[in-house]
């Protein structure tokens, strides 16, 4: 009996040594991911869950105002935002009420991240349930911050992700640039079929590194680009820092001419996250 527990003993002094020895030789990255920091990134650098009712944290969180471009019919305004019940809910109505003096068919709200989500290489994640209607432009995007090579699209932009209100069953993934935009068709986006976008709430992920972007959908890989060779700021202006904006617009160039439904449309997101 002696002789055994020695043996146990012994045998839980080799393992223990063994685990910390061993901690030294394994990819830090390992822990990372058990800790729930993304692979490539060492902490959380702005996260929002939404659960305190009422206007958006005003640390975190600013607000676009008025007819702001693409065309779109909206007018932003803080009231067409808020949290309930631990969602931020974007409520995009044709409602056609005084908003500044003057008469707003249509009303929603945009809003945008403030410091510390000013980052450059990183990782950011959204969960979001998107509305039902057609005629409506859900969009989560990184902006940069600086315009660091001048106005849209000199400077790019990173569409985590978008719906386009005349194609409500599909899910877009792209970036725009001097030399890659919609303007002159050379737009990089690809799509992903989402039928029930109002039935529930789904992941939207970016992984940005220097040399490459990567999109998720629910957690699987989607989507990349990789910076080539012989790139300058025109095609790849990604080398700044950046910040989230989350909208819902209504109508615009993305529409085709598709006519917002008249039922009030809720774009749903539960939570924010970003690391560095």
Known sequence: MERRIKYVCFGASVLTLLLVVGANFVDA???RIRAGIPKGCS???FSDDFDV????DSTRWFFERGYVRNGEIQYYTESNCRCKDGVLVIEASVDSVFVDGAMCPVTSSSISSRLPARWRY???EVRARLPEGEGYNPAVVLMPAECTYGHWPRSGEIRLMERNASTPGLVYFCYHSERFNHLMGTERTHA???????D???TYAISWARDRLIWYFDGREVYSAERQKDSDWTSWPFDQDFYLNINLSVGGWRSDGTRPEPKPQRFEIDYVKIYS
């Not at 009712?53 to 958006?56: F, H, Q, S, Y």
């Not at 992903?192 to 109002?198: A, F, K, Q």
């Open 29 to 31: 990255s390992v822990f």
């Open 192 to 198: 992903v079929s989402l039928p029930d976008t109002g």
């Open 43 to 45: 902490a959380l650098l």
């Open 122 to 124: 990183g990782y950011a």
């Open 53 to 56: 009712d009422g206007v958006p």
């Open 200 to 202: 529930g709430f789904h």
